[in-house]
Antibody, heavy 120, light 107 residues
Framework: EVQLVQSGAEVKKPGESLKISCQGS????????IAWVRQLPGKGLEWMGI????????RYNPSFQGQVIISADRPITTAYLQWNSVKASDSAIYYC?????????????WGQGTTVTVSS | SYELTQPPSVSVSPGQTARITCSGD??????AYWYQQRPGQAPIMVIY???ERPSGIPERFSGSSSGTTVTLTISGVQAEDEADYYC??????????FGGGTKLTVL
């Protein structure tokens, strides 16, 4: 079964660092781009960026450039989203998702989501 | 910045047809994708490349495109279709964008 399994919920204080993960299984991890999507409480979906796990090449939504870092470790089939210093406004659900094909940007497999809470 | 515009809500009775629109200036040049998100769950892709349906998605879900508007049509709506629906596309700088979402209520 093709699946993406994300790390568990996180509670952080403002200014702390954070790294959440997304492990793929059931398919060739290196061959499919992984996207990260943010959902603020009660709001819609926002694309943050994508990474090619085969080359560890990332591309960011300009709105998130410099705010987060997207990376991948191909041998352990895991993608990451990290912050050097979280803010209260980073509190959200974060989803990873697999691009279905190299020829379009539809996302066919999604992780279960990681809830991040930032509060002093 | 580029925006995709969706109606905030659509309501239909069971068995009727629901149509959810998504408008954006780049849609004549860029494909659109549709996702269903039930409360507390991750999104599911229900339409890709304007009109294609992924395997496992019921045939009652279909997509169409005309100019700057794409439409998700759900024929014979069922109670389980009640969810939020989001369109997705890209702008001319390859930045991906989601619409604001449409809450489908089955009366």
């Amino acid at each position: 079964e093709v699946q993406l399994v994300q790390s568990g919920a996180e509670v952080k204080k403002p200014g702390e660092s954070l790294k959440i993960s997304c492990q793929g299984s059931g398919y060739n991890f290196a061959n499919y781009w992984i996207a990260w999507v943010r959902q603020l409480p009660g709001k819609g979906l926002e694309w943050m960026g994508i990474i090619n796990p085969g080359e560890s090449k990332a591309r960011y939504n300009p709105s998130f450039q410099g705010q987060v870092i997207i990376s991948a470790d191909r041998p352990i089939t895991t993608a990451y989203l990290q912050w050097n210093s979280v803010k209260a406004s980073d509190s959200a659900i974060y989803y990873c998702a697999r691009l279905a094909s190299s020829t379009h940007i539809g996302m066919d497999v999604w992780g279960q989501g990681t809830t991040v809470t930032v509060s002093s | 910045s580029y925006e995709l515009t969706q109606p905030p809500s659509v309501s239909v009775s069971p068995g009727q047809t629901a149509r959810i629109t998504c408008s954006g200036d780049a849609l004549p040049k860029e494909y659109a994708y549709w996702y269903q998100q039930r409360p507390g769950q991750a999104p599911i892709m229900v339409i890709y490349k304007d009109t294609e349906r992924p395997s496992g998605i019921p045939e009652r879900f279909s997509g169409s495109s005309s100019g700057t508007t794409v439409t998700l049509t759900i024929s014979g709506v069922q109670a389980e279709d009640e969810a939020d629906y989001y369109c997705q596309s890209a702008d001319n700088s390859r930045t991906w964008v989601f619409g604001g979402g449409t809450k489908l209520t089955v009366l």
